[in-house]
Antibody, heavy 119, light 108 residues
Framework: EVQLVESGGGLIQPGGSLRLSCAAS????????MNWVRQAPGKGLEWVSF???????LYADSVKGRFTISRDNAKNSLYLQMNSLRDEDTAVYYC?????????????WGQGTLVTVSS | DIQMTQSPSSLSASVGDRVTITCRAS??????LAWYQQRPGKVPKLLIL???TLQSGVPSRFSGSGSGTDFTLTISSLQPEDVATYYC??????????FGGGTKVEIK
């Protein structure tokens, strides 16, 4: 069974930094592309970032230059380093495994971790 | 960037009704479209890939159709457990992945 467990969320002041983690199990982590997707309170879904098995990364324009996605295949873990946080980054952040198809399709999702950016 | 527009933004229907949700892309995306279901307080669930391919375990009352710019998600007979917000997502090109704004489905 695919399991994804996010951690690292919390309350952070604007301009601050936070690192999210996602522990994966139930599949061969090193073989899959992974994503971060966020959802602001009461709002829709917004894709944030993608990383493939060879560490090629993609970012949404809204986070480019501020967020960095990375992975540690030995630890079956995905990370999101978030710097220069803004109020509008407040959201539940989901770790999601991509479907094994061309294109970026988050297939399996974790339960999410809440990031609140506020002074 | 290609924009994804869903309609309606919300709907209310009776149990057993046929429900149709529309997703329109601002440019041709072929069949690179997925549909998700997010029940209240729950995590999004992938329902359909490639516009019409039902994921394993998804009830057959769900179906998807369309190609190019116009797509539909149909629930042939609405059930209480289908109360959720449904999102379309284009995936023909990255990094400009885009979700639609969502359609909230309620029971009348």
């Amino acid at each position: 069974e695919v399991q994804l467990v996010e951690s690292g969320g919390g309350l952070i002041q604007p301009g601050g930094s936070l690192r999210l983690s996602c522990a994966a199990s139930g599949f061969t982590f090193s073989s899959y592309s992974m994503n971060w997707v966020r959802q602001a309170p009461g709002k829709g879904l917004e894709w944030v970032s993608f990383i493939n098995p060879t560490n090629s990364a993609l970012y949404a324009d809204s986070v480019k230059g501020r967020f960095t996605i990375s992975r540690d295949n030995a630890k079956n873990s995905l990370y999101l380093q978030m710097n220069s946080l803004r109020d509008e980054d407040t959201a539940v952040y989901y770790c999601a495994r991509s479907a094994p198809i061309p294109g970026v399709v988050p297939e399996y999702w974790g339960q999410g971790t809440l990031v609140t950016v506020s002074s | 960037d290609i924009q994804m527009t869903q309609s309606p933004s919300s709907l209310s229907a009776s149990v057993g009704d046929r429900v149709t949700i529309t997703c329109r892309a601002s440019q041709d995306i072929s069949n690179f479209l997925a549909w998700y279901q997010q029940r209240p307080g729950k995590v999004p669930k992938l329902l359909i890939l490639a516009a019409s391919t039902l994921q394993s375990g998804v009830p057959s009352r769900f179906s998807g159709s369309g190609s190019g710019t116009d797509f539909t998600l149909t629930i042939s007979s609405l059930q209480p457990e289908d109360v959720a917000t449904y999102y379309c997502q284009k995936y023909n090109d990255a990094p400009a992945l885009a979700f639609g704004g969502g359609t909230k489905v309620e029971i009348k």
